[in-house]
Nanobody, 116 residues
Framework: QVQLVESGGGLVQAGGSLRLSCAAS????????MGWFRQAPGQEREFVAA????????NYADSVKGRFIISRDNARNTVYLQMNSLKPEDTAVYYC?????????WGQGTQVTVSS
């Protein structure tokens, strides 16, 4: 079955950087667009970034444009989220996502905490 495993979260000061990884299995990774979402306490899950199956097309939420970069390595079945110039409002659990046959799959999430 499809499995997504995120890693790379942690505690960082405002202005710092983190790189999240999401390792995928159980699917032909190079055939699917991938996305990152996040959920802060008491808030709904929100879109952060997405990348096409070949990696040539990306899009971002306005709140992270110019600071976050999504990328993928199809040989390693892994998608990344490079987060720079982090702000306290970026604090959330970050989830990797893939939609396959009209069903959404999610990882367990990785906590990112940005201190001011």
């Amino acid at each position: 079955q499809v499995q997504l495993v995120e890693s790379g979260g942690g505690l960082v000061q405002a202005g710092g950087s983190l790189r999240l990884s999401c390792a995928a299995s159980g699917l032909t990774f190079s055939s699917y667009a991938m996305g990152w979402f996040r959920q802060a306490p008491g808030q709904e899950r929100e879109f952060v970034a997405a990348i096409s199956n070949g990696g040539l097309s990306t899009n971002y939420a306005d709140s992270v444009k110019g600071r976050f970069i999504i990328s993928r390595d199809n040989a390693r079945n892994t998608v990344y989220l490079q987060m720079n110039s982090l702000k306290p409002e970026d604090t959330a659990v970050y989830y990797c996502n893939v939609r396959r046959f009209s069903r959404d799959y999610w990882g367990q999430g990785t906590q990112v905490t940005v201190s001011s």
